[in-house]
């Protein structure tokens, strides 16, 4: 880790993780973007999945920080990850772990407008994964996708602080059929904290 004492600061982290006995998922039957078609005794699901172990893996990577208070009422706050992982043995030697992204920013700037009022806006960037393995081979990748979100906080008085946000601004849309989750789409909050 850097720090200048003044206004920034960086840090660079390695990392490198030997598994043994690694849980992944194995799917065996995926329906795809049509009806469950997936079945277990008379119930259709979309799709069923086993956890199995991977003997050996690596996961290795770096991860990036970066940290400049730009002036006395912004601040911008940066970290980047980049993984590999591998499958050291077993049937998918050699291919990556389930879900695992190579790339992940996260970006956040604060802006203290006033002595009551701070504002901050955020991005997340996610690259496509791995998705997952099939009993014959590595299925399709999933898609990146990027959030971006903003908020702000108002100290009303010295006991009671409002916030609120907006988050998924752009209302990125991550569904099941493409990325096997769900996540919120454009959503709002409003909450309030009261000191006694």
């Known amino acids: 880790m850097w720090d200048n004492q003044q206004n920034l600061n960086a840090g660079v982290t390695l990392f490198n993780t030997d598994f043994k006995d690694k849980i992944t998922e194995v799917r065996r039957c995926d329906s795809g973007d049509g009806d469950a078609q997936c079945m277990i005794g008379d119930t259709p699901y979309y799709f069923i999945s086993d956890r199995t172990n991977v003997d050996k893996a690596n996961m290795r990577g770096v991860e990036a920080t970066f940290g400049w208070q730009i002036s006395k009422d912004w601040k911008w706050n940066t970290n980047y990850t980049y993984t590999s992982s591998e499958q050291k043995s077993g049937d998918f030697q050699g291919k ?7 790339h992940m920013v996260n970006s956040v700037l604060d802006w203290q407008a006033t ?5 901050w806006s955020r991005v997340n ?3 496509k994964t791995s998705d997952y393995m099939s009993r014959a081979s590595m299925a399709k990748s999933t898609p990146s996708y990027t ?3 903003a908020g702000l906080s108002y100290q009303a008085n010295k006991n009671l602080q409002v916030t609120g946000g907006v988050y998924n601004i752009l209302d990125k849309t991550v569904d099941y059929d493409n990325y096997n989750t769900v996540l919120d789409g ?3 909050t409003v909450g309030m904290t009261y000191n006694f």
Do not use: A, C, E, G
């Not at 990556?96 to 190579?102: C, I, R, S, T, Y």
């Not at 002595?115 to 504002?119: E, G, I, M, N, Y």
């Open 186 to 188: 454009r959503r709002y």
């Open 115 to 119: 002595h009551d009022v701070s504002l």
């Open 147 to 149: 959030f971006v979100d």
């Open 96 to 102: 990556p772990l389930n879900q695992m992204p190579k």
């Open 125 to 127: 960037f996610r690259s």
